[in-house]
């Protein structure tokens, strides 16, 4: 283990931060396609609501493996070879990148719906009465209690996101698990390998999980 560390351990560290990169960036982008789809599934509008069901039905039921596949292989042979004129060609950071932000959408948009319906409805009506706008009233008076409500599970699906990116290394991505890969067969030690591959997971993790207790505590103080 000490060889590992000792001659791999920069690698594996590079790895790590590639992998928290890309669950930021997979993060972000779900951040607003959640709100976009959480939002329309409590709009009062039969086609909103009927659209972002069937967008979070669709994600949520196709595995995350097969949907980096498709992404990363189908997409491109769809527009390249299907259709034709097109010169799309995805780098494995950039279909990673869509998987986690359109996987980990679908999730976030559910935790939108749930958080706007977790405000008492008079709030709205209360808004409404004072002569606010739908928008208006959604922006300004139901979204800010429902963001502090969604704060504690935005930060556990971060961690769920943090550990599906290993699932990106079938697309041959440098994360923490595909550099893992790698050490292990330069060093054939699979035993050394994985077990400091896991106690990384498992610190970066408890920091967040902690993180999160933390905020949710503060939050439970503050209401």
């Known amino acids: 283990m000490i060889k590992i560390i000792t001659v791999y351990g920069g690698m594996l560290l590079t790895a790590l931060g590639r992998t928290i990169i890309l669950t930021l960036l997979g993060l972000f982008f779900a951040c607003i396609i959640g709100m976009i789809f959480g939002i329309m599934g409590v709009l009062k509008n039969r086609v909103c609501n009927v659209i972002a069901q069937i967008f979070v039905d669709i994600i949520r039921g196709v595995p ?21 004129g097109f010169s799309v060609n995805l780098t494995a950071l950039q279909a990673g990148t869509i998987c986690l932000a359109l ?93 400091i591959v896991g106690i990384m997971y498992l610190i970066v993790i408890t920091i967040l999980s902690r993180s999160a207790k933390v905020v949710e505590r503060r939050l439970s103080i503050g209401r």
């Open 64 to 84: 995350m493996i097969v949907l980096a596949f498709f992404i990363y292989f189908g997409v491109p042979y769809f527009f390249n070879t299907i259709i034709g």
């Open 103 to 195: 996987n980990c959408g679908a999730y976030m948009a559910e935790i939108v719906r749930a958080g706007i319906q977790s405000v008492d409805v008079g709030q709205m009506e209360a808004a409404r009465s004072l002569g606010l706008t739908y928008g208006m009233s959604m922006r300004k008076v139901v979204l800010p209690q429902a963001i502090k409500t969604m704060i504690p599970t935005f930060i556990n699906q971060f961690i769920i996101t943090l550990k599906d990116t290993s699932i990106l290394s079938v697309i041959g991505f440098p994360e923490l698990v595909n550099t893992a890969k790698n050490v292990q067969a330069n060093t054939f030690m699979s035993f050394q390998t994985w077990a």
